[in-house]
T-cell receptor, first 115, second 115 residues
Framework: AQSVSQHNHHVILSEAASLELGCNYSYGGTVNLFWYVQYPGQHLQLLLKYFSGDPLVKGIKGFEAEFIKSKFSFNLRKPSVQWSDTAEYFC?????????????FGQGTTLQVKP | NAGVTQTPKFQVLKTGQSMTLQCAQD?????MSWYRQDPGMGLRLIHY???????DQGEVPNGYNVSRSTTEDFPLRLLSAAPSQTSVYFCASSFRDRPSRGGYTFGSGTRLTVV
């Protein structure tokens, strides 16, 4: 069965610190990979996505993620976080099986950036 | 504006009551799905549909029914609400098997409280 695991549940950083959020998935076939962000009181917004090609994906607001197929990982990074990055971050995987791929989410990581 | 529209935004139910959460999209997406979001659990897939007339169960389908009579609408029914169904519900849609067309579009959510 398809599953997603996010390593960190709660991360606290100071402004300008570097960020890396871990995401591992379990699925043996073709996948699409996503990172979503949810700011307080708002709905999900897409940060970035990987479908194919270059495994290093750049998204909005300076975020990037690297797909490492051998490790089944898709970690999210940002060189220097800002207070406005305080939010909850979700990794999600869509596995393709008979063209009925389901989007499955990890548990989420709450990021708190201190000014 | 194109997107996913969810109604209502807030709802309070008594245990045992029934209700329908509405979801509509105007992007001609084949794939629609319902998630519930609970603290520490991420988003969990309740039901999904790959097209009109076709629905399937997700990770946590018990207590919920769905139908898909049109491409645009995907209502979620709670037949007999229970306090365990207190949650925030999100509807999402996407093109079915054309990942190059983009990721998923999420509605703004319905906050449901069952007392």
């Amino acid at each position: 069965a398809q599953s997603v695991s996010q390593h960190n549940h709660h991360v606290i950083l100071s402004e300008a610190a570097s960020l890396e959020l871990g995401c591992n998935y379990s699925y043996g076939g073709t996948v699409n990979l996503f990172w979503y962000v949810q700011y307080p009181g708002q709905h999900l917004q897409l940060l970035l996505k990987y479908f194919s090609g270059d495994p290093l994906v750049k998204g909005i607001k300076g975020f990037e993620a690297e797909f490492i197929k051998s490790k089944f990982s898709f970690n999210l990074r940002k060189p220097s976080v800002q207070w406005s990055d305080t939010a909850e971050y979700f990794c999600a995987v869509k596995g393709f099986s008979g063209n009925t791929g389901k989007l499955i989410f990890g548990q989420g990581t709450t990021l708190q950036v201190k000014p | 504006n194109a997107g996913v529209t969810q109604t209502p935004k807030f709802q309070v139910l008594k245990t045992g009551q029934s209700m329908t959460l509405q979801c509509a999209q105007d992007m001609n997406h084949e794939y629609m799905s319902w998630y519930r979001q609970d603290p520490g659990m991420g988003l969990r897939l309740i039901h999904y549909s790959v097209g009109a007339g076709i629905t399937d169960q997700g990770e946590v389908p018990n207590g919920y029914n769905v139908s898909r009579s049109t491409t645009e609408d995907f209502p979620l029914r709670l037949l007999s609400a229970a306090p365990s169904q207190t949650s925030v519900y999100f509807c999402a849609s996407s093109f079915r098997d054309r990942p190059s067309r983009g990721g998923y579009t999420f509605g703004s959510g319905t906050r449901l409280t069952v007392v």
